[in-house]
């Protein structure tokens, strides 16, 4: 198995897609101006305490107040105590050393017994918002490593539940037990199976690096102000997923190919040779064929490569996913035969589906009828074969005599939705439309007067595939007689997410060029 990674900047954020074995398998835009991603911490104000939900909103700057409920604020004592002495500039060590920490709070209490209104709160984003509801927030801080998650206030050292080996769990638990910092718990996570001693300190004083750089931004913070910010999507991923089944990480730009390296420095320095950068002339989800698979998988309907396909439809409560046969042909024999085949391979898109859209909540999926109850067992555990490496928490039922299956998915920020569906770019949606073809004569127009008038150079067109090759074909192409005609080179970009009659100028600096006349 072979997963690569690729990342392209736009003006707006990072486009990010995970591709495995040459199939896209998640895909993410990590906005420039994004904030409330989970794991940021923020210093928020209880607005409003609601006893009836045993829970409190908080004001951390978004549009809508967080919510903050009564089983997340387990260790508020300890942390109240000690956010009260960092903002009074009290004397304490941020680090946490010789704290005294509180009793936790009782799990069966009242949030209105323990949070008062206009009380300043340290709150970390565990849900982003999604729709018209705001973040979902926790008291119970935690520092994600690569190997480890710090737990301020806490003392345990716990051991993720997918390392079984007995021994390995032993090892683990007595190595992390002896460099554990006072007052900060400790999960251990998968990855860290094999681990020596060293790797696993320096992961434990990133993380405690960062929780005291937090603490020093808390000093002088505001309400709504964030105090440690969870890192970008990509480096995020890395930090997750990064093993020795990665093949190559591709960035097109400077800027992010000096991130990703540093990071790679830091996490696994032996990786830093598969990461690349491009700079070919294609954009990097054209060269590598990335954006022709998100316009084809993103669509309502999804098809299989046998010849069935899915049905995706949303809502607000859950979503459901339809099976069809459609052309399927029928060479197995018999219907159960055919029925079982179509399931097995749409149970591999629908997990691939619901991890590259980041669907969640609860998914129904209507497979097509079967008879045997041993085939409804396949399907099951082919879905829990496939979905073994979603990051997301999720739950799978047995297959019902209707012929549904359910599943339920963690969902943490809102779901990964492309527009596939696009109003034609020629007619505006009206059904008429003029002679397509005058899109050359506008595009050379727009070309001599840039040049001729405008005096620009090292200048390129980005222009839909089509338009492209008539621009490229011949011994002499219109791009070499441009050549000659202007004594200056024209670059041209195809793209094939913009319509046919689209194009763009850009200068040598690629900031696109506004046509003037």
Partial sequence: MSNELYISTTQKGDRIALVQDKRLIEYHFDETEHQFSVGDIYLGVVKKVVQGNNAAFVDVGYDKDGFLHYNEIISYNSLSKFVKDVIAKRPVNLRLKGFQLEKDIDKLGKINDVVTKNTPILVQVVKEPISTKGPRLSCDISIAGRNIVLVPFGTSVNISKKITNKQERQRLHKLVSSIKPENFGVIVRTVAEGK???????????????????????????????????????????????????????????????????????????????????????????????????????????SLSGGGYLIIEHTEALHVIDVNSGNKSTQEGDQ?????????????????????????????????????????????????????????????????????????????????????????????????????????????????????????????????????????????????RWFFKYRTWVTLTKDSSIGITEFHFLNKHGDEIEITS
């Avoid at 997923?241 to 190919?257: A, R, T």
């Avoid at 696009?422 to 040049?451: K, M, R």
């Fill in 196 to 302: 020596d001693l060293d790797e696993l300190r320096r992961d434990i004083d990133f993380c405690v690096d960062k929780w005291e750089s937090g603490m020093k931004t808390l000093r002088d913070a505001k309400p709504r102000d964030r105090i440690i910010s969870e890192m970008d999507r990509a480096s995020s991923i890395l930090r997750d997923m990064l093993n020795d089944d990665f093949d190559n990480i591709y960035v097109d730009s400077k800027e992010n190919y000096d991130g990703v390296k540093s990071f790679l420095h830091t996490i696994a320095p032996d990786k830093e040779k598969i990461l690349k950068l491009h700079t070919g002339k294609n954009k990097l989800f054209e060269q590598y064929g990335i954006e022709k698979q998100i316009k084809s998988l993103f669509g309502r309907s999804v």
């Fill in 336 to 480: 159960e035969s055919t029925a079982l085949t179509v399931n097995l391979e749409a149970a591999k898109e629908i997990a691939r589906q619901l991890r590259m859209r980041d669907m969640g909540g609860i998914i129904v999926i209507d497979f097509i009828d079967m008879k045997k109850n041993e085939n409804r067992r396949l399907i099951q555990e082919a879905m829990k074969e496939e979905m073994k490496g979603d990051r997301s928490k999720y739950t799978i039922l047995p297959i019902s005599k209707f012929g549904l299956l359910q599943i339920t998915r963690q969902r943490v920020r809102p779901e990964m939705n492309i527009v596939t569906r696009e109003t034609c770019p020629t007619c505006g949606g009206t059904g008429t439309i003029q002679a397509s073809i005058v899109i050359t004569d506008l595009i050379e127009n727009n070309l001599d007067y840039i040049l001729s008038k405008q005096n620009e150079s090292g200048i390129s067109i980005i222009l839909h595939p089509f338009v492209y090759a008539y621009y490229r074909e011949g011994l002499i192409s219109k791009q070499m």
